[in-house]
């Protein structure tokens, strides 16, 4: 099967071909690192990681590089208001961006390059563009000139009002970090940073550059014309992007109070598993509105796969113990699961529909409780475990990890959790846990000497 894509160059799902056979060069829009990520750029880099993972389960070697930007005016201005350099300044964000993808069971990447660490590669592109004349030399800066490059906004076609020469240098000012250049100190403008480090560590045509709507124009649409106004070759073959996330229906905004971050979910009691589990719930290509309640409900959700993998995990272990009837996991039962796996397989290679996926998923749940109580076709539950852990492999929502677990771990871990949240008076928090651990099959008692845990019964 092959995966087809939505390319943002042609506006058309074509199929994916890579330029160099059998592997993939692969650049995402990083984090500026001013500020903590907030969900929507989150939601951006999950949808990232599940068409690298969908590449990687293909065969391909994918060589993903996601850059971190380091040097840009909010950098400077948030460093100002903090009284500190821009490295003290960005650090803890950098630190906290990386714990971000590794909550989401992000994949790492090849590659995590630093703006200030390729100054030289800018200064270069810089250079060539001025040689060829595509560039010049104003007062604060240097600019790149749109009437040079005739191919300009062949990526979102922006109206004539919108097209402007950019800035691709920009003059130091006084307080200002600054680097050394042959046309005098500066640094560089974002979208040379993008395609400098992208062309550095990828060539100068590479197969797929992601990033989030936001990012089309000007950013997506200045790094073409840069790339391809120095190198005179096609900078990029697919522009991958993903939609934007409102908040209760709106934009985000500092001014709504509505910005929220991974932090922020914690805070309230969820997993942030729970939070890949809703950004999979829509189609990377369709607007998600998040809201409390959607979340809650994606953690439900995801509390239930868990728990009936918990029980795929007990009765599998019980049967190899048991010997049951060999009618257990008949060829009609793993018939049916290797028609799931297909139905999975067309729905995320289909412009990775990780919506339609994971109703393949919950179909297969149902078909296998409702098996049950036939006599025939029943499934055998290490046939159900594997076939999710290779789902998994795409969808990233820990199902493995939970193999070392048993749900009173977990449940333990929670009540721990639940009883930090009451010492802060944070009762909300402590109800939502004590739901989760409730799902989980464990009912909280709290006694004056503090919390413990028994089974729930079908009374409770
Ligand atoms: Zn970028």
């Not at 728990?307 to 048991?322: A, G, K, M, T």
């Not at 028609?339 to 067309?346: A, E, H, I, V």
Request: aromatic share 12%; proline share 4%.
């Amino acid at each position: 099967m092959n995966l087809k894509i939505y390319n943002y160059l042609t506006r058309k799902k074509e199929p994916f071909k890579p330029i160099k056979k059998g592997s993939v060069g692969f650049y995402a829009c990083g984090p500026t690192v001013y500020d903590y990520a907030h969900i929507g750029n989150l939601r951006t880099y999950v949808f990232e990681d599940v068409l690298k993972r969908v590449l990687e389960v293909s065969g391909f070697k994918v060589k993903e590089i996601m850059n971190i930007t380091d040097i840009e005016d909010k950098i400077i201005a948030g460093a100002k208001k903090a009284g500190k350099n821009i490295d003290d300044f960005s650090k803890p964000y950098k630190k906290a961006f990386f714990e971000d993808l590794n909550k989401l069971n992000i994949k790492k990447s090849w590659k995590y390059p630093e703006a200030t660490k390729h100054i030289p590669e800018m200064v270069k592109m810089a250079e060539k563009l001025l040689q060829k004349k595509i560039a010049y030399q104003a007062k604060d800066g240097i600019y790149f000139n749109i009437s040079k490059f005739k191919s300009y906004g062949q990526l979102a076609n922006p109206k004539p009002s919108d097209r402007k020469d950019f800035v691709i240098w920009k003059y130091a000012k006084k307080g200002e970090p600054f680097w050394k250049s042959p046309f005098g100190p500066g640094r560089p403008g974002w979208h040379l940073e993008c395609s400098a480090m992208s062309m550095r560590y990828l060539g100068a045509s590479f197969d797929i550059h992601a990033g989030g709507v936001d990012l089309l124009f000007p950013h997506h649409e200045n790094e073409i014309a840069q790339s391809e106004g120095a190198t005179g070759k096609r900078f990029v073959k697919y522009f991958v992007e993903g939609e934007h996330l409102l908040v209760d229906g709106n934009k985000m905004s500092k001014s709504l109070g509505n910005v929220f971050t991974l932090r922020d979910l914690a805070c309230r009691g969820f997993n942030p598993i729970a939070f890949r589990y809703l950004a999979l719930s829509a189609n990377y290509r369709s607007r998600l509105n998040f809201t409390w309640e959607s979340l809650e409900a994606a953690q439900v959700a995801l509390d239930r796969l868990y728990e009936f993998i918990f029980s795929l995990h007990q009765n599998s272990s019980f049967s190899s113990r048991l010997t049951l009837p060999r009618n257990s996991g008949g060829s009609d039962a793993s018939q049916k699961i290797k028609s799931f796996g297909l139905n999975f397989q067309k729905a995320i290679f289909d412009d990775l529909n990780t919506t339609k996926a994971l109703a393949v998923i919950w179909q297969l749940i149902k078909d296998y409780n409702k098996s049950a109580s036939r006599r025939t076709q029943k499934y055998a539950p290490k046939e159900v475990l594997s076939a999710l852990y290779g789902f998994d492999e795409i969808l990233g929502l820990g199902f493995k990890n939970l193999k070392a677990k048993s749900p009173s771990e977990i449940a333990l871990k929670l009540l721990k959790e639940r009883e930090r949240a009451r010492k802060t008076r944070d009762f909300k928090k402590a109800d939502r846990i004590r739901e989760r651990i409730r799902r989980l099959g464990w009912q909280v008692n709290d006694t004056p000497t503090g919390s413990n845990l028994n089974p729930v019964t079908s009374h409770d």
